[in-house]
C-alpha cells in the first residue's frame, strides 16, 4: 500500500463520515465561530505546553543566578578574612599524622567526614557533609595553625545555605 492509495482511502472516509456531513451542514457564520475556538484552544493549548514551562525554567534560572551571584559576593566579601588564615603555622604535623589529625579535628569542629581518599606525599582530598560556612571556615584557620595547607578547595552553596566542600589538604613543609 502506497501513501496515494492510503491518502485516497483517507480521503473518502472523511466524506463519509458524520463529522464531514454535519460540517457542510453548517452556516459560514457557525464554521467561522468554530474555526475560531479551535485556534483560541490551540493557542490555549500551546500556551500550557511551552510557554508556560519555559517560562517557569527562566524563574528558575533566573534564581539561581541570584544565589550564585550573591555566593561569589559572599566570598569576595571573606577573601580577605580567608587570605588572613594563610599564616605561619604554629606547629607541624607528619605526614604519616595527617588523617587521623583532620579525622580528629573535625570531629571536634562538629563536621562530618563523607570520604577520605589518600592522595599520597602527606596530602588528602576530603568531602564533607554540608556544613554551616562559618564552622568550616574556624576549621579550616585550625588545621592551618596546625602546619596542613589547603591546596584546593571546592565549595557548593545547598538550598539551606549550607556549603558541601571537596578539600585537599596537604602537609605545610
Known sequence: MNAAMLKNQLAERWQRSPLQQRWTTLVPRERMALMAMLVF???????ISFWQ????RLHNAREALAQQLELSAYLQAKAP?????????TSTVAPEQLQGLITASAAAAQLTIERI???????????????AFNLLLGWLKDLEGQGVRIDE??????????V???LTLRVVQ
Request: glycine fraction near 10%; charged fraction near 15%.
Open 41 to 47: 484552544l490551540l493557542g490555549a493549548l500551546l500556551y
Open 53 to 56: 514551562p519555559a517560562q517557569h
Open 81 to 89: 578574612q580567608a587570605r588572613a588564615l594563610v599564616q605561619r603555622p
Open 117 to 131: 581518599d589518600n592522595q599520597g606525599a602527606g596530602s588528602l582530598q576530603v568531602n564533607l557533609q554540608p556544613v
Open 153 to 162: 578547595a571546592g565549595l557548593d552553596r545547598n538550598e539551606d545555605g549550607l
Open 164 to 166: 558541601t566542600s571537596r
